[in-house]
């Protein structure tokens, strides 16, 4: 698997949900609501014998807005549904994908997230991809 390439899908799964400003790279700079899709922590090679298949998990942060805004919690409840319009979960899962076998957002966490000194209220999504090794 070409892990940009996985990357790039993921954003293009993304850019489904209305408003949501996508970066399927390291952005320095955002303006809220926005995703990006970071690099993989740590890659897995060989699952399967004769490199039948390598996982990895990348992380998707989503920033919505001043932590102490009820806004922005409002925001982010959206896109921590499982499975309403907005979710992320939901626009993962259910995305077309060509340069891996299999999409799974698995967890997310609410936290402050800090991008170019600017501290947002955010979520950090771990999405599961499986693909060939060979």
Do not use: H
């Not at 996985?6 to 996508?22: F, K, N, P, Q, W």
């Not at 399967?48 to 992380?59: E, I, S």
């Amino acid at each position: 698997m070409n892990i940009a390439d996985v990357m790039d899908e993921l954003g293009t799964a993304l850019e489904t949900i209305t408003g949501l400003r996508v970066f399927p790279y390291s952005a320095t700079r955002v303006t809220p609501p926005a995703a990006i899709v970071g690099w993989p922590d740590p890659i897995e090679y060989d699952l399967t014998m004769g490199r039948g298949a390598d996982q990895f998990t990348l992380p998707v942060f989503v920033l919505v807005g001043n932590v102490d805004a009820r806004s922005a919690r409002d925001a982010l409840a959206v896109y921590l549904d499982g499975s309403a319009t907005g979710s992320i979960k939901a626009a993962l899962d259910g995305g077309t994908y060509t340069e891996c076998d299999s999409v799974r957002v698995a967890s997310a966490s609410v936290d402050a997230i800090t991008s170019a000194g600017v501290e947002y209220l955010g979520a950090v999504f771990q999405v599961e991809i499986t693909g060939s090794g060979a």
